[in-house]
């Protein structure tokens, strides 16, 4: 069975700082990786995915995130936090084209100026 | 483009009532599926259908929910009776077609609470 694990409930950086959102997957198959983020009173809008390739995939709003298979991680990171980057981060993977995704709990992320 | 939408945004109803909540995708999106997150917890898979026919509904929790997605453009989701652990917010996604890594495009949700 898939799986997402997101190791920390909240994540607190000061703006201007790096972030970094963990996130590892446990799937008997090629992954295919997302990131999705949650602002209040929102839907998910998507950030950015890894589905073969470049192992550094980037996204909107400066986003990133390296899939690293030996650790079975897809980390998001950015390098400088912005306040409006406040929301809820959720990861996600799935197995074949066409399948639904397995999420993680979500991450809350806090940029405090 | 329109993105998903999802009518309503909020519901609240007491237990033993039926609710139908309705989900438009994308125009063209072959792949319409429906989510649900309990409060705190994951988001967690219900069911995914190819245009109108259910494709899996592994993740549909009893047979108090149906689905339906009438001529494979909007889909309808019907909680009947509802009971407290219904209560949560259900997301619809879409995407194009299935040969492909396209990523799935979600609507803003419908919080259901029942009392």
């Known amino acids: 069975a898939q799986s997402v694990a997101q190791p920390e409930d909240q994540v607190n950086v000061a703006e201007g700082n790096p972030l970094t959102v963990k996130c590892t997957y446990s799937v008997s198959g090629n992954p295919y990786l997302f990131w999705y983020v949650q602002y209040p009173n929102r839907g998910l809008q998507f950030l950015l995915k890894y589905i073969t390739g470049d192992n550094l995939v980037k996204g909107s709003y400066g986003f990133e995130a390296e899939f690293n298979k030996s650790q079975t991680s897809f980390h998001l990171k950015k390098p400088s936090a912005l306040v409006s980057d406040s929301a809820l981060y959720f990861c996600a993977v799935r197995v074949g084209q066409g399948t639904p995704l397995v999420f993680g709990k979500g991450t809350r992320l806090s940029v405090i100026a | 483009e329109a993105g998903v939408t999802q009518f309503p945004s909020h519901s609240v109803i007491e237990k033993g009532q039926t609710v139908t909540l309705r989900c438009d995708p994308i125009?063209?999106?072959?792949?319409l599926y429906w989510y649900r997150r309990v409060m705190g917890k994951e988001i967690k898979f219900l069911l995914h259908?190819?245009?109108?026919?259910?494709?899996?509904e592994s993740g549909m929790p009893n047979n108090r929910f149906l689905a339906e997605r009438t001529g494979g453009t909007y889909s309808t989701l019907k909680v009947q009776p509802a009971e407290l652990e219904d209560s949560g917010v259900y997301f619809c996604?879409?995407?194009?077609?299935?040969?492909?890594?396209?990523?799935?495009?979600f609507g803003p949700g419908t919080r259901l609470t029942v009392t």
């Open positions: 125009s063209g999106h072959d792949n």
């Open positions: 996604a879409s995407s194009p077609q299935r040969t492909s890594g396209y990523e799935q495009y």
């Open positions: 259908f190819v245009k109108e026919s259910k494709q899996d």
